[in-house]
């Protein structure tokens, strides 16, 4: 389908029964940030995120709201989903929402295509059903409840006890898939990423899939079973779909080729749904496969992975409205290993806050712009013979350009801040080792100065386009400062060091001011 040229790549659609807090964010990040670095790449980049609003969750939720199920999910998306985007600056290219009708119609289509061919079939099931998750449970995903829930047996990830559920719906022939599955992990081994995250979905298919529950008929807030009405479409299955029916399945066949198959940035507490289920589910279509599966890991607060259920949720705003979006995208790209836990704490985020974003970087470009306005009038100076520390930096701004992108392709986006973070410290020690104030009071230092500064401004002006994706508002105010050509996001990022720009800088307000203020 796709040609190699685009890249598409996809958030989940996240539940609505509740407000966002910094695990959604963290999530929608990291995929904004791979599409703006493949945007600027050259590649088409499109970026899909948006809500899942069907479901037994969302039903009792409204009624308990004295509200109906559609009015309370218009609320919470135009509340709180839609303003996160902004609060965090994503880019989005669309915002997909269960209930549009381009998703509910195409959705229905895809059922349609599968129990004409043969893949589904009536039956009963009997299970553990959690409502948190919305998902039928395994006892191995079962634990002993503690406090008001002893006696009880829990689901691991919320905490909360699990219901027995007795139903005659329609079932998905997942188990036929099996073998096609275990082939498709062995085959492409970047599939499943991480690594850790691989081996957990190539056992849990090994120990044998059960064929999938894919209707309820105990309520009706879901998409219709198109030949039986009195059934709805399992919410999961239900949302997995969206992936295409965003792309252009069944309504857009031009854009769905152009744009399939997509790379999936999801939490690894729904890694199966996207590892197992969803291939399984196109393979049955005759649809291609997505091109990967990433599962990242948990933010935990105080040890705990963040959840507004157990009050360890924090609201994006809350750290935000001190420190910035640039700030929270760069701290959580930054300090977290993509793919693996992350500890979230105040002290932390305020620690690199001042000593990387404000002390390194920030401190570095204010230092190259006023030194140029005060030694050259502004107007950036034309190097003369470099020295083996101007060729260093030249150098670095190389390497650290193309180890940059190589973590990208592996979408380790806090290995390729780490590489990228190399320039900004030789920089810092190179303007320290040169003392350009110093060569500035003997005019026959002069050349050497404007060396000396030209060789920094070509390092910031390298740092403001490989940064551009994951701190788009300070990039874009130094590239004006720097005079740079068109907008920073116009730039090759795979060829950063050969930025071009004008002839002057101007003046350069703080990017990252220092905060006093006590948070947490």
């Known amino acids: 389908m796709s040609d190699g040229s685009s890249f598409y790549i996809t958030t989940p659609i996240f539940y609505v029964n509740d407000v ?3 695990g959604h964010a963290y999530t929608e990040v990291a995929a904004d940030v791979l599409a703006r670095w493949h945007r600027q790449k050259g590649e088409k980049s499109w970026l899909l995120t948006g809500t899942d609003e069907h479901g037994q969750k ?3 939720t409204a009624t308990a709201n004295g509200t109906t199920p559609k009015e309370w999910v218009d609320r919470l998306v135009e509340t709180a989903w839609k303003p996160l985007l902004d609060t965090v600056n994503i880019a989005n290219d669309d915002f997909i929402r269960t209930t549009d009708a381009r998703h509910e119609v195409n959705a229905a289509k895809f059922l349609q295509h599968l129990y004409d061919s043969g893949h589904i079939y009536t039956g009963e099931y009997e299970g553990f059903y959690c409502v948190g998750c919305e998902e039928y449970k395994q006892p191995s995903d079962l634990v002993d409840g503690t406090g008001e829930f002893a006696g009880q ?5 919320h905490s909360k006890p699990v219901e ?3 139903e005659k719906n329609y079932f998905f022939k997942m188990s036929a898939f099996a073998d096609q599955l275990i082939e498709l992990y062995e085959s492409n081994p970047t599939f499943v990423q991480p690594e850790s995250a691989r081996n957990e979905v190539i056992a849990f298919v090994k120990n044998g899939l059960s064929d999938l ?3 309820r008929s105990s309520f009706d807030w879901g998409i219709k079973v198109p030949w039986d009405e009195s059934n709805v479409v399992y919410v999961w299955f239900d949302a997995l779909l969206n992936y295409i029916t965003a792309a252009g399945y069944g309504h857009d066949d031009e854009k769905f080729a152009e744009l399939w198959p997509a790379t999936h940035i999801v939490g690894k507490d729904i890694l199966r749904f996207h590892a197992v289920i969803w291939p399984a589910m196109l393979m049955a279509a005759g649809i291609e496969v997505p091109t990967q599966v990433f599962g990242h890991g948990w933010l935990l607060v105080g040890g705990e992975k963040m959840s507004k259920s157990k009050l360890t949720g924090i609201a994006p705003s809350q750290i935000t409205d001190t420190f910035g979006a640039d700030a929270f995208r760069y701290y959580f790209m930054r300090a977290i290993s993509f793919g693996q836990d992350g500890s979230f704490s105040w002290e932390d985020l305020s620690a690199r806050y001042q000593s990387e974003l404000a002390n390194g970087f920030g401190n570095l470009a204010s230092r190259v712009i006023a030194m140029v306005n005060r030694y050259c009038e502004g107007e950036i100076p034309a190097a003369g013979a470099l020295t083996e520390a101007d060729e260093a930096i030249l150098a670095t701004s190389k390497r650290v350009t193309d180890a940059a992108s190589e973590a990208i392709d592996r979408l380790a986006i806090h290995e390729a801040l780490a590489s990228v973070w190399e320039l900004v410290d030789e920089l810092n020690g190179y303007i320290t080792v040169q003392e350009p104030w110093a060569l500035s009071k003997d005019p026959a230092n002069r050349e050497r100065l404007e060396t000396v500064l030209n060789t920094a401004v070509r390092g ?3 740092l403001a386009v490989l940064l551009s994706p994951v701190i ?14 068109g907008a920073v996001t116009e730039q090759r990022i795979d060829r950063a060091w050969e930025w071009t720009g004008g002839t002057h800088v101007t003046t350069l307000d703080a990017l990252f001011p220092r905060i006093e203020a006590t948070v947490g």
């Open 20 to 22: 966002p807090h910094i």
């Open 58 to 60: 969302i039903l009792r």
């Open 153 to 157: 047996q829990v689901c691991a990830i």
């Open 164 to 166: 027995l559920l007795h």
């Open 213 to 215: 529950s894919i209707s």
């Open 460 to 462: 910031l002006g390298t």
């Open 472 to 485: 788009p508002e300070a990039t874009a105010t130094l590239w004006t400062a720097l005079g740079g050509a």
